[in-house]
């Protein structure tokens, strides 16, 4: 798990430049649940608390990652977005936050018969035992056309 976990880690930081500078970090994975944190520096805003930009991608990228994560574990391969997302932001967070989401039952399998993958993920950000913000997220994964070479 834990190549697959860096490999996750490279896969945002040469596709999504944003998660390299944030030092997004995928903590660990197991019995379908995901963890991923960023510190605090260089995330932090002028009330010396995570800026809200921050905090937003860094739940958005729990959540993608953990379609990546099933998807790879599948051994299915799409093009993973999402479509969709509500945040609420409860506390300030003051320490390097764990962002946790929990994979829901579903079907991994249309992807394989060409058709798309939509999973609607809950994410949950923890400083400390005190949830300090939360993420709804709609993600799309569609089916990888390959082209003839």
Known sequence: MDKLLSELQQ???R????????KIMPVAYSD??????????????LH??????????????TGWGMVWLQQSLADLQGDIVLVDAKVRYLAPIETAPVAKVSWPDTDMSVLSKGRRLK?????????????CATFEGLYISKPKVSTPG
Not at 48 to 61: D, N, P, R, V, W
Not at 119 to 131: I, M, W
């Open 48 to 61: 010396q608390t995570m800026f809200a930009g921050s905090i937003y991608t860094l739940m958005t990228l």
């Open 32 to 45: 379908k649940e995901f963890r991923v944190t960023a510190p605090l520096e260089p995330n932090i805003n």
């Open 119 to 131: 999973v609607k993920l809950e994410v949950k950000l923890y400083c400390g035992d005190s949830c």
């Open 15 to 22: 596709t999504i430049p944003v998660s390299g500078f944030m």
């Open 11 to 13: 896969t945002w930081y």
